[in-house]
T-cell receptor, first 110, second 113 residues
Framework: DSGVTQTPKHLITATGQRVTLRCSPRSGDLSVYWYQQSLDQGLQFLIQYYNGEERAKGNILERFSAQQFPDLHSELNLSSLELGDSALYFC?????????FGQGTRLTVV | GESVGLHLPTLSVQEGDNSIINCAYSNSASDYFIWYKQESGKGPQFIIDIRSNMDKRQGQRVTVLLNKTVKHLSLQIAATQPGDSAVYFCAENQNELRNQFYFGTGTSLTVIP
């Protein structure tokens, strides 16, 4: 158990809808990262937050947004969903150089 | 084997043999690298890390080699076991201050009993 908790584990939704994925980082970790992993693909870095502020942006679509709250949990909002958004979405947290990953949320858009 | 299109590179080894998984990284300024193991249905797990001021680092049954000249990393697993079957990713930290980790495509390792 990495100590990073993601909910829900599975999510099935229709095209055009909006969903929110939640991440609770390890206790004390200030940095939260979001990654997208499509089938048989590597992990694509989406965005990083550090202590409530956006720190870095990767290949995140404009339809996607994220935030980190004062209690350090983070949410990734995906809107106007398309079939191609179906993927595993991972959250990771760190307080140093090593990132610890949650179990992921599997999103299926139908 | 080699990968084509969207498929992960794959490597099959006999149980007990040594495995070598390779990774090319993109940014010559990256100064910290991590190997992760991802089992089916799970998130990536840390295996071993190495800083750019080192060429080699050893862990339990694993060794990471770093060649900065050609921007290449390798992960060597000794006496590979069935439990080592997983996808292995290398990640480069492109900005230590910001801890931005970028992952390679991954290699799928299958251990044949």
């Amino acid at each position: 158990d990495s100590g990073v908790t993601q909910t829900p584990k599975h999510l099935i939704t229709a095209t055009g809808q909006r969903v929110t994925l939640r991440c609770s980082p390890r206790s004390g970790d200030l940095s939260v990262y979001w990654y997208q992993q499509s089938l048989d693909q590597g992990l694509q870095f989406l965005i990083q937050y550090y202590n409530g502020e956006e720190r870095a942006k990767g290949n995140i679509l404009e339809r996607f947004s994220a935030q980190q709250f004062p209690d350090l949990h983070s949410e990734l909002n995906l809107s106007s969903l398309e079939l191609g958004d179906s993927a595993l979405y991972f959250c990771a947290s760190s307080r140093g150089t090593e990132a610890f990953f949650g179990q992921g949320t599997r999103l299926t858009v139908v | 084997g080699e990968s084509v299109g969207l498929h992960l590179p794959t490597l099959s080894v006999q149980e007990g043999d040594n495995s070598i998984i390779n990774c090319a990284y993109s940014n010559s300024a990256s100064d910290y690298f991590i190997w992760y193991k991802q089992e089916s249905g799970k998130g990536p797990q840390f295996i071993i890390d190495i800083r750019s001021n080192m060429d080699k680092r050893q862990g339990q049954r694993v060794t990471v080699l770093l060649n900065k000249t050609v921007k290449h990393l390798s992960l060597q697993i000794a006496a590979t076991q069935p439990g080592d079957s997983a996808v292995y990713f290398c990640a480069e930290n492109q900005n230590e201050l910001r801890n931005q980790f970028y992952f390679g495509t991954g290699t799928s390792l299958t251990v044949i009993p």
